[in-house]
């Protein structure tokens, strides 16, 4: 193996530090580099990002179609859920049929913002995104919502024909037709199944089939003073406003700091 002296010792830092150096830190510095370059030189893995990173940072779509990263312009200083619509979920298109469609067969308003926030978390994050999800949206929604968003995750495995909702076809194609669910989200399902707020994500399912047609045009205009209404924003501005979870917020804000 050929080593390149000059980026080996870049990787060292400043000549005073490289100077401080004992021998036996250099050796040991140098027995890395040679290891992590023999790593690079036989992995044949292909793998740019993996498939549970969020939509902003690369992660690819359902079906594992590559996701297209383009410049993200400056959140406002005081971001409301309208600006992360606008400069961080946009186009959004999957929610907002959601909740168009909640909307048009006359759902509860508190539905309606569920359907519409449910998978906005994936852009920053798509596994277990009920969870993250519920936990983002917690502090500023009602109980409902967040219980909703953070079970429809499971149940959306299980059919209910009551409320005539049938195993998603597209699931066959993203896990195969054998696939059976984790444990822990059957668990979650037969907990959810027998709790009074049950339908509150059942629902969110239901309205999540109808959210994949490519000609139907959607706006976030009808659902302004819904989110008005039901979404407790804070006046110092998602983010900055000293909340449990304000840490993610600001991560969707500047998604490209590297620390």
């Not at 994050?125 to 929604?141: F, R």
């Not at 706006?219 to 900055?240: A, N, T």
């Not at 449990?244 to 590297?258: D, G």
Request: some cysteine.
């Amino acid at each position: 193996m050929n080593i390149n002296r000059r980026a080996f010792l870049a990787t060292l830092g400043t000549t005073a530090a490289i100077n401080a150096m004992s021998s036996e830190a250099l050796a040991d510095a140098l027995e890395s580099h040679a290891a992590a370059k023999l790593d690079a030189e036989t992995t044949t893995n292909e793998l740019k990002v993996r498939r549970g990173a969020g939509t902003l940072f690369g992660g690819p779509g359902p079906l594992n179609d590559p996701t297209e990263l383009k410049k993200l312009e400056s959140m406002p200083e005081k971001p409301t859920l309208v600006d992360f619509f606008q400069y961080r979920f946009a186009p959004a298109t999957h929610v907002l049929q959601s909740a168009t469609d909640a909307m048009r067969k006359g759902e509860k308003e508190e539905l309606i913002l569920a359907c519409l926030i449910h998978d906005t978390v994936q852009n920053l994050i798509k596994v277990d995104h009920g969870w993250w999800g519920a936990q983002m949206y917690e502090p500023y929604v009602s109980e409902k919502v967040s219980w909703g968003l953070r079970y429809h995750q499971a149940l959306r495995f299980y059919a209910d024909p009551s409320v005539g909702y049938e195993y998603p076809e597209l699931y066959n194609r993203i896990y195969g037709k054998d696939y059976v669910p984790p444990a822990y989200i059957k668990r979650a399902y037969e907990y959810a199944r027998n709790h009074k707020l049950y339908m509150n994500a059942r629902m969110i399912t239901v309205h999540d089939l109808y959210a994949f047609d490519p000609t139907m045009k959607v706006s976030l205009d009808p659902f302004i003073d819904i989110i008005g209404r039901h979404f407790k924003q804070p006046k110092e501005g998602l983010g900055y406003d000293n909340s449990p979870v304000a840490h993610m917020w600001r991560t969707l804000i500047f998604p490209n700091n590297p620390l």
